[in-house]
């Protein structure tokens, strides 16, 4: 199988349940790719994109969404770059009221070994550990 990866509305389809011969397709291309040991890949912006389509467009809550996107990111034959950078920003998503992108961003740079943010939102910042926030 060449590298592939996953858009969003796939991701949606699985999660809202809206349509049952898409869903169909859409499990049966991920068992396919996992019964290949090949991998699908969301990419660090589909990620993102199906938080703030969750959230903005289907109204589910914060529990609801950490749960739906761990069981993605559990799911055998999906991969992403960075999972446990994903990991990090939900929970903090969840338990600290941080919006998704700033966790991701606070957990990601810190990754890459970045311990400074400048910015002027701080209070999102301000509560992801290890993280020191200043202004301009």
């Not at 199988?1 to 049952?20: C, G, H, V, Y």
Request: contains cysteine.
């Amino acid at each position: 199988m060449s590298k592939a990866f996953l858009d969003t509305n796939i991701i949606l389809r699985l999660l809202i349940k809206d349509d049952e011969v898409k869903i169909k397709s859409c499990l049966e291309l991920i068992k396919n790719a996992n019964e290949r040991e090949a991998s699908l890949y969301l990419l660090p912006v589909t990620i993102l994109e199906i938080v703030w389509v969750l959230e903005k467009v289907y109204k589910y809550s914060r529990q609801n969404i950490v749960e739906l996107v761990g069981a993605i990111l559990n799911t055998p034959g999906i991969k992403t770059e960075s999972e446990e950078v994903f990991r990090k920003a939900l929970s903090d998503y969840e338990t600290k009221g941080i919006k998704f992108a700033d966790a991701v961003m606070g957990h990601w740079g810190m990754e890459k070994g970045f311990t400074t943010v400048y910015t002027y939102d701080e209070k999102d910042f301000k509560k992801i550990e290890g993280l020191e926030v200043k202004k301009p």
